[in-house]
């Protein structure tokens, strides 16, 4: 059992920058594949971007550029750093992990872009 703690959003001006965090708990951190969604109003869950056990990055073709995962295994965190904020970024971003067929998602953060 993996628990998923986000933090870090909120609401920022078009152009500006968040940083989300994602701490999870559990002995086996290093291993999971870990990953960040998101969610609009009205719209489904969409991948965000995906970082593999090794550090191996992949992103959404829409955050490409501005959007930067990344994980310190020592502090169990996972990390995404956005740039360049947009309106259309406005959503709950969710904190994923997975492991051997077992998926756990966190609470989820909200980050509002609105000037």
């Known amino acids: 059992q993996v628990q998923l703690v986000e933090s870090g959003g909120g609401l920022v001006q078009p152009g500006g920058s968040l940083r989300l965090s994602c701490a999870a708990n559990?002995?086996?951190?290093?291993?999971?594949?870990m990953g960040w969604y998101r969610q609009a109003p009205g719209k489904q869950r969409d991948m965000v971007a995906g970082?593999?056990?090794?550090?191996?990055?992949n992103y959404a073709e829409s955050v490409k550029g501005r959007f930067t995962a990344s994980r310190d295994n020592a502090k169990n965190t996972v990390y995404l750093q956005m740039s360049s904020l947009k309106p259309e970024d406005t959503a709950v971003y969710y904190c994923?992990?997975?492991?051997?067929?077992?998926?756990?998602w966190g609470q989820g953060t909200q980050v509002t872009v609105s000037s």
């Open positions: 970082i593999s056990n090794t550090g191996n990055t």
């Open positions: 559990g002995p086996i951190f290093s291993l999971y594949h």
């Open positions: 994923y992990a997975g492991l051997g067929g077992s998926d756990y």
